[in-house]
């Protein structure tokens, strides 16, 4: 493992140390992707110069050493999150298609009229739009979550929308917009007991926490590599042996076959029945890499950082009285995205100012409307933080959302 | 990018504004105009008499950029031929896309000449646009 010396790990990322609008860069907006390391751009180059070949068809020497790499990543995948087996881990291009996968495959097969999917009000679109699609076609009742005053959902609120009819419970680990580590395992443990399949959206959570699908005891699980230091393009769908066996396949295509007739067509085994067409080998590649880098960092110690920096820029946020915070101010179960708004100041305007500073951070819906009709906000601003980040940035940042008021016409 | 040429004292002058920020009371024809990834919307209303914009105004919410652009559409068109509307809507959004420059072409966009700016920065360009699309939408309705 190596030491935790921020300025050390910034020089393994290059874009960081680039001036936008004649100021030094300040990233702020890992919650939609983060930056590659190094190890990671140059995994992916040595990958191309050396190993490219169609995975799984030829038997000659590149076509193994492009099987052997992306296998390699698939039980490095294993490992990381602690699935059983490696039948487990299906690639996919992203958790979207993850979770597209879910609702088509399993979804459209074992959800029937009446029965009822349990959502959380804070989902991400993708998980939320694929299951009105399935709840329309199927005739089943699509329930939200709804969150306490300090954004957070209680186990009252988990056993009251969860009942004998929930055959399926999707939520997300920790909410994109505000935050909130939700309390997974717990709410899987109630859904189980009433007989609900659950699947956990770990896209926010996989990059900054060390996670293990089975403490969670997830029936599925699904997360992003673009947002863990990998390439865009490259995801994760896991799953519970026993449930993928049963499912149908999701893409229809070579590689994901046994025998084919003119009729008729059986599939291959799993992991493959699930990825079908030549699959993104330098995605897993650069995949395989991020892991590396991270896990020679450490999970925890990466989200210990985040939340000293969540902390500090809370605190500093927190003193400003015309900026709202939509999420929780203490740093329990919480990760390092702020979601905030200033009076008077719509986020768009915000964040084009912000950015005239050289800081980089995300404004409008976060892909999760109904939270935001939800929270009575049209949009927010959100920053969010990873471990490349360092407290100076936040200075920089909290002066830079100082200046808003002052270029939109406001005293102060 | 300097931010002085974007938020000007005139387009915040018109972002806070209420005088076009109203219902109404007799509407010939509404439209609704919405940047779903960016949340600015707008409904437009307008007034009629023949082929004259006897009256318009808007309602919603929005960055400083969409609802000045609209506050200034308004002002501009009101009065005009449902034509002329269509002819400011085309100059402005040339305008946007920098097909037209001279600004003495440019004149009779009035205050909206200010918004030339906003080309420098296109992650807010839709904005500008905004009301202007929702104001031809509802006239070739």
């Given at each position: 493992m190596r030491e935790f010396n921020v300025d050390e790990i910034r020089k393994d990322f290059p874009?960081?140390?680039?001036?936008?609008?004649?100021?030094?860069?300040?990233?702020?907006?890992?919650?939609?992707?983060?930056?590659?390391?190094?190890?990671?751009?140059?995994?992916?180059?040595?990958?191309?110069?050396?190993?490219?070949?169609?995975?799984?068809?030829?038997?000659?020497?590149?076509?193994i050493k492009a099987t052997e790499d992306y296998e390699n990543t698939r039980e490095k995948v294993r490992k990381f999150i602690n699935a059983a087996s490696e039948k487990e881990i299906i690639f996919t291009k992203n958790a979207t298609e993850s979770l597209n996968l879910l609702a088509y495959s399993y979804g459209m097969?074992?959800?029937?009229?009446?029965?009822?999917?349990v959502l959380c009000i804070s989902e991400h679109h993708s998980n939320l739009v694929p299951w009105q699609k399935v709840a329309k076609a199927k005739g089943a009742v699509l329930k939200f979550m709804y969150l306490s005053s300090d954004y957070r959902l209680t186990m009252e609120e988990v056993k009251a929308k969860i009942t004998n009819k929930t055959k399926l419970v999707s939520l997300?680990?920790?909410?994109?917009?505000?935050?909130t580590i939700y309390p997974a395992g717990e709410v899987a443990e109630y859904a189980h007991s009433k007989g609900a399949v659950v699947i956990i959206d770990g896209a926010q959570a996989v990059p900054h926490m060390k996670v293990d699908v089975r403490d969670i005891d997830a029936d599925f699980f699904v997360f992003s590599g673009h947002k863990m230091l990998a390439p865009m393009g490259i995801g994760v769908?896991?799953?519970?042996?026993?449930?993928?066996?049963?499912?149908?396949?999701?893409?229809?295509?070579?590689?994901?076959?046994?025998?084919?007739?003119?009729?008729?067509?059986?599939?291959?085994?799993?992991?493959?029945?699930?990825?079908?067409?030549?699959?993104?080998?330098?995605?897993?590649?650069?995949?395989?890499?991020?892991?590396?880098?991270?896990?020679?960092?450490?999970?925890?110690?990466?989200?210990?950082?985040e939340l000293q920096l969540t902390g500090y820029a809370l605190e500093k946020m927190l003193e400003i009285p015309y900026v709202k915070i939509y999420g929780p101010t203490d740093l329990e179960n919480r990760g390092g995205v702020i979601s905030f708004s200033i009076e008077g100041c719509h986020p768009h305007d915000t964040a084009s100012i912000v950015d005239t500073y050289g800081v980089a951070i995300r404004a409008g819906h976060h892909?999760?409307?109904?939270?935001?009709?939800?929270?009575?906000?049209?949009?927010?601003?959100?920053?969010?933080?990873?471990?490349?980040?360092?407290?100076?940035?936040?200075?920089?940042?909290?002066?830079?959302?100082?200046?808003?008021?002052?270029w939109l016409g406001y005293g102060s | 990018m300097d931010l002085s040429q974007i938020y000007t004292e005139l387009i915040m002058e018109h972002s806070q504004s209420t005088q076009?920020?109203?219902?109404?009371?007799?509407?010939?024809?509404?439209?609704?105009?919405?940047?779903?990834?960016?949340?600015?919307?707008?409904?437009?209303e307008l007034k009629f008499n023949g082929d004259i914009i006897e009256d318009a105004a808007f309602t919603g919410s929005g960055c400083a950029i969409?609802?000045?652009s609209t506050s200034m559409m308004i002002d501009l068109i009101t009065g005009k031929s449902k034509e002329e509307a269509l002819d400011l809507v085309e100059t402005f959004i040339s305008m946007i896309k920098r097909e037209v420059t001279d600004d003495e072409e440019l004149e009779k966009l009035e205050d909206a000449i200010v918004l030339k700016n906003i080309s420098n920065m296109p992650a807010r360009v839709k904005c500008a646009v905004l009301a202007w699309h929702t104001l031809k939408e509802v006239i070739n309705k």
């Open positions: 874009i960081l140390s680039q001036t936008v609008n004649e100021k030094s860069l300040v990233y702020l907006d890992n919650a939609a992707t983060t930056h590659k390391p190094i190890q990671v751009l140059e995994a992916v180059s040595e990958y191309h110069h050396l190993h490219n070949g169609n995975p799984h068809r030829g038997s000659h020497y590149l076509s097969n074992f959800i029937n009229a009446g029965d009822e999917i997300a680990f920790m909410s994109n917009v505000l935050g769908l896991y799953g519970k042996e026993n449930l993928l066996e049963k499912m149908p396949p999701f893409l229809m295509g070579g590689d994901m076959i046994e025998y084919v007739e003119e009729q008729d067509t059986t599939f291959a085994e799993l992991p493959y029945k699930f990825e079908a067409g030549t699959q993104n080998v330098e995605g897993a590649v650069g995949l395989s890499a991020a892991i590396d880098y991270l896990e020679d960092i450490g999970l925890n110690r990466i989200h210990e950082y892909c999760a409307q109904p939270l935001m009709k939800y929270l009575g906000a049209p949009a927010t601003s959100r920053a969010s933080f990873y471990f490349y980040n360092k407290k100076e940035e936040i200075d920089i940042f909290i002066e830079s959302i100082k200046s808003v008021r002052k | 076009n920020r109203r219902h109404l009371d007799h509407i010939d024809a509404s439209e609704r105009g919405h940047n779903p990834s960016c949340g600015d919307d707008i409904v437009l969409s609802q000045a």
